[in-house]
Nanobody, 115 residues
Framework: QVQLVESGGGLVQAGGSLRLSCSAS????????MGWYRQAPGKQREFVATFASGGDTNYLDSVKGRFTISRGSAKNTAYLQMNSLKPEDTAVYYC?????????WGQGTQVTVSS
C-alpha cells in the first residue's frame, strides 16, 4: 500500500508562484515515475508534469517554461515549482506515483489563481 501526502497549495494572484510538495511512503520499492495531474471544476483530470526514475521529465504544453518538476533528496519526494501562474491554472492538483503496485494517488491540494 502506498500513501501520498501533498502540500503547498493555496491562493495566489496571477503572476505569482507556488511550490507543491508530494511525499510517498509504503510498498513501492521500485518507483518508475512520479508526477502531477490537475482537475479544474467541470473538466477532466489532465496530466501536468512527471519525472521518470531515469530522470526524464515531461510537461503539459501549457505549463512548459513556467512549471518545473524535481525530485527531492529523498527518492520518494517530488516538487512542482509553479511560476507565472495564470487563472487557468486553478485546479485541484493530484500527485501520483507509479510503482510495483501500479499507480497511486494523493488526496489533492487546491491551487487558486486570482486575476
Amino acid at each position: 500500500q502506498v500513501q501520498l501526502v501533498e502540500s503547498g497549495g493555496g491562493l495566489v494572484q496571477a503572476g505569482g508562484s507556488l511550490r507543491l510538495s508530494c511525499s510517498a511512503s509504503g510498498s513501492f520499492f521500485s518507483m518508475n515515475a512520479m508526477g502531477w495531474y490537475r482537475q479544474a471544476p467541470g473538466k477532466q483530470r489532465e496530466f501536468v508534469a512527471t519525472f521518470a526514475s531515469g530522470g526524464d521529465t515531461n510537461y503539459l504544453d501549457s505549463v512548459k517554461g513556467r512549471f518545473t518538476i524535481s525530485r527531492g533528496s529523498a527518492k520518494n519526494t517530488a516538487y512542482l515549482q509553479m511560476n507565472s501562474l495564470k487563472p487557468e491554472d486553478t485546479a485541484v492538483y493530484y500527485c501520483f506515483v507509479d510503482g510495483l503496485l501500479g499507480r497511486s494517488w494523493g488526496q489533492g491540494t487546491q491551487v487558486t489563481v486570482s486575476s
